[in-house]
């Protein structure tokens, strides 16, 4: 009996034990099946019909859309599907169409949830998934569709067909866009003049709103081509904009920096504009067989190479003309202090002697 009585004391101290530990479950990966019961093709002008709109599209090298639609149980979700012209452009329409009150999705990088609908990037493929709201459907339930439709990240060769992030010190959420044509510049910059930014000579840019101290301003970031253009571009800015003169709430302020050019717009005072343009710094690699061509204008470059062209030709010259007359010169000399070596002596060498009786 005292056995008995000592295992039931035993297993009743281990189930209190059990029960007063609390045990939590984290599902690594949600589990919800969800099944795709349609998928079609539209053309763009169905973009309107998802919240889109098809000259935005259209800018970002869209042709046309795919819809889908997934059910789980009783609930539906549908997918708009989008194919930019590369990653970069997939980015734009991910950054123009995000909105503040978006937020990001939990261990699904690059998608953001809001009212109704989430936007996820993948590559060159820009995707909304809308929904009608449901208390029923978790959040679970709904990251499982996500990462069924698109993943937890989009591939390591996509991100690097993206531009460089912007400082993320003092950003608004949502604010920051990709621009690569005047339809959408002129949608986020309305009272800028988007012509001077130079799309046509290969310019991408990147506007954001930043709050100092209760007070914003709008940075611009623009990328070109090669450092010359930019230099261009910055003095044609100065000149119709006025960039570094204080002018009240219109002022612009600005710098450039190798193939960047980076303005402040709607700054209330130069304080607030000078805080926001020293978080924008470019890092050059230069590499020891491509010299930094700096400033220099294009045409002194080429003439700068083509007096390093004539100069390796003088030297490859001279060292043949040096050649020769030192082959001359150690005939003569071996052939004065012996006599007997041929190398003195090369007009023996074009006799053939057969040596005959």
């Not at 930019?84 to 950054?95: F, M, R, V």
């Not at 990001?104 to 998608?111: L, N, R, T, V």
């Not at 219109?250 to 980076?262: A, C, N, P």
């Not at 067989?289 to 010259?317: S, T």
Request: hydrophobic share 45%; aromatic share 8%; glycine share 8%.
């Amino acid at each position: 009996m005292a056995k008995f009585a000592l295992l039931a004391a035993g297993l009743l101290a281990t189930a209190v034990a059990a029960l007063a530990q609390k045990s939590s479950v984290i599902p690594l990966v949600p589990a919800a099946n969800w099944r795709l019961v349609n998928s079609r093709n539209l053309p763009l002008e169905a973009a309107r019909d998802c919240g889109s709109d098809p000259a935005v599209e259209n800018e970002y090298g869209v042709k046309a859309l795919e819809e889908r639609t997934y059910r789980l149980d009783n609930f539906s979700a549908r997918v708009i599907i989008e194919q930019a012209q590369d990653p970069s452009a997939g980015y734009g329409l991910y950054t123009y169409y995000r909105t503040a009150p978006m937020v990001p999705e939990k261990g699904i990088d690059f998608a953001v949830r809001g009212p109704g609908e989430s936007l996820m990037l993948r590559g060159p493929s820009f995707v909304r998934v809308q929904w009608k709201k449901d208390p029923a459907l978790s959040d679970n339930d709904f990251r499982a569709l996500l990462i069924l439709v698109g993943g937890t990240r989009p591939s390591r060769n996509a991100l690097a067909g993206l531009p460089p992030a912007l400082p993320a010190e003092g950003m608004v959420p949502g604010s920051e866009k990709y621009l690569i044509g005047m339809e959408v510049a002129h949608r986020v910059l309305p009272t800028f003049r988007a012509d001077l930014i130079g799309f046509a000579q290969g310019a991408e840019a990147q506007v954001a709103a930043y709050s100092i101290a209760d007070k914003q301003a709008t940075a611009l970031a623009i990328n070109y081509p090669t450092p010359q253009i930019a230099r261009v571009r910055f003095g044609a800015l100065e000149s119709f904009l006025g960039v570094n003169r204080e002018r009240g709430h219109d002022s612009v302020f600005g710098k450039r920096q190798g193939s960047y050019v980076f303005l402040i717009l709607n700054a209330e005072t130069p304080s607030l504009a000078d805080q926001v343009l020293r978080r924008f710094t470019v890092q050059q690699q230069v590499s020891w067989d491509q010299r930094y061509p700096g400033d220099k204008p294009f045409g002194l470059q080429l003439f700068e190479m083509i007096i390093a062209n004539i100069i390796i030709i003088m030297v490859v010259a001279g060292s043949g003309v040096f050649g020769g007359i030192a082959i001359v010169l150690s005939r003569r000399v071996v052939a004065r202090l012996f006599p007997d070596w041929s190398w003195g002596h090369p007009e023996e060498e074009r006799l053939i002697r057969l040596n005959l009786r």
